[in-house]
């Protein structure tokens, strides 16, 4: 029973922080030294895409602070402020005063068989020239910048969108169908997915407790542990910079022929930037060596990726013995499309948020959640099983592999419940949370990080910077 005056949300949101702090298998007497404030709906929406951010932060932080208190035996308290953090899960940043642009213009939802949507609706992510130009020439179009959304529009009215996401898949483009939650819960997938737990956690090799770096009282919790960032997407560069903004020394390592998203200035901050391509031999041997003296590697490539390089979980393992790796899947581990090429858009179409969010709204296409949210509480999730999985590594020893999807966070956020009225709730304003510093890509206005840590507080003590700024070395 809620007692007098205590906030409507303040149970539905310490039970999801108990969930997320359960799935990393930690102790709860730990959860006390967690406030969460705000009510909900903090954004238009009928889900409780406020809990799950603010939820999903304060468990990555109090995480953070655990390992600092293993470390030094200083113990925090923090406290998330549900608005802000959902705010802070909403990609909001300026360059010189401006909104970068953040979508391709042909990323979009689109009708098939008609204007109606009479064979479906399906979700195509156009952010990178090669998905791009891949679905454009599945739908018979050229490929470049010259094609519209009337042209796909038009396209797109001589398919079944069953039909283009399988033959989108097939060509290597990125594209989902449009799905109620009723059709994914029942898809081979989705039966997958369900079946996983919400922090897959496992050990991948023998290796005993590694020794961390010397913590001063006035450190923020994870100062001295190093962190590889092989990311380029928003949640695992969402998960990293959490780190980072903890203590951590975070190196994010890009392969300079792939090509990065605008946000890559947000998220970049507080991490070291370097470049290796994996292929050549002399990258491979700088990456080995900062590999060695790494705590945790970060990964959101698809799995085959980076085992044909070497360089898949028992291959660090063997490599790095106590290393700690993360990995980032769009669809899960397991299931028929545990391979496939997805983001949060296409994810939040596939799984079916955006035809329940249409239905909820009450009229009108379908409709996205009002952030990124799956992105965004997985790489906070992401950073959770980091910081659970160097406790376990420091009290068993061993090397551990942990992973996290997109679509079981999915999952999770169903599993809050909804918000009748949810739309009701104003559109965000960010300038109270915003802070301005300079960077390698001209003067940055972001959010301040809503995890508030109490005595270290959280920072980014280095400005972001451009792919390849920094050696591939640790300073």
Not at 96 to 122: E, F, H, K, N, R
Not at 205 to 221: F, I, K, N, S, T
Request: one cysteine or more; glycine letters at 10%; aromatic letters at 6%.
């Amino acid at each position: 029973m809620k007692a007098a005056g205590e906030p409507v949300e303040a149970m539905p949101a310490q039970r999801a922080l108990r969930d997320l702090w359960s799935a990393a298998g930690l102790t709860a007497e730990e959860l006390v030294r967690a406030t969460l404030t705000g009510d909900e709906p903090a954004l238009p929406s009928s889900f409780r895409v406020g809990t799950a951010a603010q939820a999903s932060i304060a468990a990555a932080a109090l995480a953070a602070t655990e390992v600092g208190r293993q470390r030094n035996r200083v113990v925090q308290k923090l406290a998330v402020d549900k608005r802000h953090a959902a705010l802070e899960c909403c990609t909001w940043f300026r360059l010189d005063g401006t909104a970068p642009s953040i979508w391709d213009p042909l990323s979009a939802l689109y009708p098939c068989g008609g204007d109606d949507g009479a064979d479906g609706w399906v979700r195509i992510h156009a952010n990178f020239a090669h998905h791009r130009d891949t679905a454009l020439r599945v739908l018979g179009l050229p490929s470049g910048e010259s094609a519209t959304q009337a042209d796909v529009r038009r396209a797109l009215q001589h398919w079944r969108a069953l039909d283009f996401e399988q033959a989108a898949a097939e060509a290597g483009a990125v594209v989902a169908a449009l799905r109620r939650f009723d059709e994914w819960d029942a898809h081979p997938q989705g039966l997958a997915v369900a079946a996983l737990p919400l922090l897959q956690m496992e050990r991948i090799g023998d290796a005993p407790p590694r020794r961390w770096p010397a913590l001063a009282a006035a450190q923020r919790p994870l100062t001295g542990l190093r962190v590889l960032d092989l990311t380029r997407i928003l949640a695992g560069p969402v998960g990293t910079r959490a780190l980072a903004a903890y203590g951590a020394d975070v190196m994010l390592v890009n392969a300079p022929h792939l090509p990065n998203i605008s946000a890559i200035a947000d998220t970049s901050r507080g991490k070291l930037s370097a470049h290796a391509d994996l292929r050549q031999p002399a990258d491979r041997a700088a990456f080995d060596a900062v590999l060695r003296d790494a705590h945790v590697l970060v990964q959101a490539y698809r799995p085959q990726s980076l085992q044909a390089l070497g360089y898949g979980a028992t291959q660090l393992a063997a490599k790095s013995p106590g290393i700690v790796v993360v990995s980032l899947s769009a669809y899960g581990a397991a299931g028929p499309w545990a391979g496939r090429r997805g983001f949060d858009s296409l994810v939040q179409t596939a799984t079916g948020f955006n035809h329940a969010e249409a239905q909820a709204f009450g009229s009108g296409p379908p409709r996205a959640l009002p952030m990124q949210i799956l992105d965004h509480a997985s790489g906070y999730m992401i950073a959770l099983g980091a910081c659970a999985a160097l406790l376990r590594q420091q009290r068993d020893g061993g090397s551990w592999h942990v992973q996290v999807s997109l679509a079981r966070t999915g999952l999770w956020l169903r599993g809050l419940g909804r918000l009748p009225g949810g739309f009701a709730a104003p559109a965000g304003d960010f300038a109270p949370y915003a802070e301005i510093t300079a960077s390698g890509f001209g003067t940055l206005q972001a959010l301040r990080h809503a995890a508030v840590l109490s005595p270290t507080p959280a920072a980014w003590t280095r400005p972001s910077m451009p792919p390849g700024s920094h050696p591939l070395a640790w300073p």
